[in-house]
Structure formats: C-alpha cells, structure tokens
C-alpha cells in the first residue's frame, strides 16, 4: 500500500513564516512538520510515498529528495498552482493502482494507522476515514422549548462531535470523483459520495492529532515540542 501526502497548500494563515517556506516544511524542533508526517506512515511499514506538491515545491524536493535518507521512497507530483485538497490528489492518479492511505501534510498524527487500514481491508467501502471525538463547550445557556414553551436551561454545556482528522484511506476509484486540473475540495469529493451512495466508512480516534493551520496552533505546538525535547 503506498501513501499519497497532500503538501501544496499556500499556508496564507502562516504568514509571514510561509513567505519563504511551504507549511509543510514549518520547523517543528529543527526537523519540519512533514518529516514527522513520513516518519508516522514508515513506522507502519508503509514505504512508498508520493508527495503533492505545488507552492515551493522546489524546498520540499531539496530536504526530502528521493527519500532513501529517511528510509522510504518518494515519487513526486508537482501542480503549478494551488488546486486545494482533492484537486491536489488528482495529481497522483498515475502514481496509484490500489488502495492508498491519504494524509494532509500539515498534521501531526499519532492514532493506530495500523488498526485503520485493516478496518478497511475488512469492510471494503471506497473511503475510511478516521474521525475524532472532539469536545468543545458552549459559550452560553442553552435553552430547550418545545413549541415556544421552554422546558429546560443546560448553562454552558460540553458538546461533543466527530470531526475529520484529515486522514483517509482510498481506493484508486476516488479519482474517477475528482475533476483534473480543478480547485477541489476533499469536502466536495465527499458529499459527491454520499450523493452517489457508495459506501464511506469510519473509524473514530480519542488520540488527539495537530492541524497545524494558523499562527497560534504553530507556535503552541513548537512551545510543546521543545518542552518535550528538554525532558528527554
């Protein structure tokens, strides 16, 4: 099974750090994000690797080049513009003939791959996706009424909702969704499938993973990864 990683964002949240750098390759403990994206997929024996990319594509090529430093091996699929998550997949189709493991690169994961790719292989739908149980709180008294009568006053309650890690295994007839050379999202793909009723499946995760999106989660998760680093 190879993996396709998606890194050709423009990171226009990251800015200014982005300006010289595509977010993937955000240093994160002098090695950058990516790296410890690739080190989670070979650490499930998944070896190779194929990496859409777009802007700056040329930094990623350089650190990474054909992979053998970092034991896997890397094929590259490089777009001349941004085309978002699914248009940046499509990229890859050449690359792929099976089943494939899908991650954003410009997260940190740490749930089992292991445990999802054999829900896959098990339950055969055209997606997996792996969910999280995410909980946030209200910020307000929530009301219910029935009819304009209220019944009952919840003050500031903890919901709790399953949201998309970003991390997905596919087989190769995802392609067949997605439009070529076209800004698409991977949310688009998705409600295309569920309009078409082919078969989505899920596994939900309580082991927390970083989207690594805007200024505040970068530099948290830096403060957090030398924190790590010092009690080593």
Request: aromatic share 12%; net charge positive.
């Amino acid at each position: 099974m190879k993996a396709v990683i998606l890194a050709g964002g423009l990171g226009t949240r990251l800015l200014p750090y982005t300006k010289t750098l595509p977010k993937p390759m955000l240093p994160l403990e002098k090695k950058p994000i990516l790296e410890y994206v690739i080190k989670w997929i070979k650490k499930y024996g998944i070896k190779d690797i194929v990496l859409c990319a777009s802007y700056k594509h040329e930094k990623i090529k350089e650190y990474f080049q054909d992979g053998k430093r970092f034991g896997v091996n890397i094929e590259y699929a490089i777009s001349k513009k941004p085309l978002s998550t699914a248009g940046q997949l499509k990229t890859a189709e050449k690359f792929i003939d099976d089943a494939f493991v899908c991650v954003y690169g410009d997260s940190i994961f740490n749930h089992s791959l292991r445990l999802m790719i054999s829900h896959h292989q098990n339950v055969k739908p055209l997606v997996t996706m792996c969910l999280f149980n995410y909980k946030y709180q209200v910020k307000y008294g929530v009301i219910k009424e029935i009819d304009g009568d209220v019944e009952a006053w919840e003050e500031k309650p903890i919901r709790t909702v399953k949201i998309n890690t970003g991390c997905y295994i596919f087989e190769s007839k995802i392609f067949s969704f997605i439009p070529k050379n076209k800004q698409y999202g991977m949310d688009t793909v998705i409600r295309k499938i569920i309009s078409k009723r082919e078969h989505i499946s899920s596994i939900t995760t309580n082991t927390p993973f970083i989207d690594i999106g805007d200024k505040e989660i970068y530099e948290k998760t830096k403060n957090d990864y030398k924190k790590k680093n010092r009690k080593k």
